[in-house]
């Protein structure tokens, strides 16, 4: 398995701002993953990361409003741009290991 | 595209007893692997039991333990001997094997688990 670390935990944001949230490994992994899950709804992917390429982002997800970093195999942020309060979810990074994935805690995220 | 379907929004069972979770799923793979997740109330996502499709004994994690049927693409989760911990919301979720390229979960809409003391 990996432990995950996810920062912040929480964050109330004012809309128009950007929050970047980062993603902490213990170990070095190829693949990443970025997921929201909206109020009451199921998981949904919004990109996968790997070390040294572009973010693939799912339909419905663009780079301008969700842009991506992976510098290295350990770390991966997620900034949620221009936000508005349709943007208030849970946000989860996950990482690959022996074709199962396993989550971090999540950032809950309310944009007021 | 691979769907997955979680027909029981909400499902109760007293402590100690047995309970199963019901997901279906649609895909025109012969490889793939199915999960279950669980997510209590602290939001953590938690993998519950994984289950490649090529075989064909069922997976078992303790109290936890699987009905694979392909044929039927069913993958209903059993929790025998109910404990309060186990009161969550539970996720199926379809992945396609690594030779297929995109390795991204597709997951179905959750079951709310509540045990009754």
């Known amino acids: 398995s990996a432990v995950i670390s996810q920062k912040p935990s929480r964050d109330i944001c004012q809309r128009g701002t950007s929050l970047t949230i980062q993603c902490q490994v213990d170990?070095?992994?190829?693949?990443m993953f970025w997921y929201r899950q909206q109020p009451g709804q199921s998981l949904t992917l919004i990109a996968t990361a790997n070390q040294g390429s572009e973010a693939t982002y799912e339909s419905g997800f663009v780079i301008d409003k969700f842009p991506i970093s992976r510098p290295n195999l350990t770390f991966s942020t997620l900034t949620v741009s221009n936000m508005s309060p349709e943007d208030s979810s849970i946000y989860l990074c996950?990482?690959?290991?022996?074709?199962?994935?396993?989550f971090g805690p999540g950032t809950r995220l309310l944009v007021l | 595209a691979q769907t997955v379907t979680q027909s029981q929004p909400e499902m109760s069972v007293q402590e100690a007893e047995t309970v199963t979770l019901s997901c279906t799923y649609d895909t025109s793979e012969s490889d793939y692997y199915l999960f279950w997740y669980k997510q209590p109330p602290s939001r953590q996502m938690i993998l519950v039991i994984r289950?490649?499709?090529?075989?064909?004994q069922n997976a078992t994690e303790n109290r936890f333990s699987v009905n694979f049927q392909k044929a039927a693409k069913s993958f209903s989760l059993k929790i025998s001997d109910s404990q309060l911990g186990d009161a969550a919301m539970y996720f199926c979720a379809y992945r396609r094997p690594p030779w297929e390229g995109a390795q991204k979960l597709v997951f179905g809409q959750g079951t709310r688990l509540t045990i009754n003391p």
């Open positions: 170990s070095q992994v190829t693949m």
């Open positions: 289950q490649e499709a090529y075989k064909q």
């Open positions: 996950s990482v690959d290991v022996s074709e199962t994935q396993y």
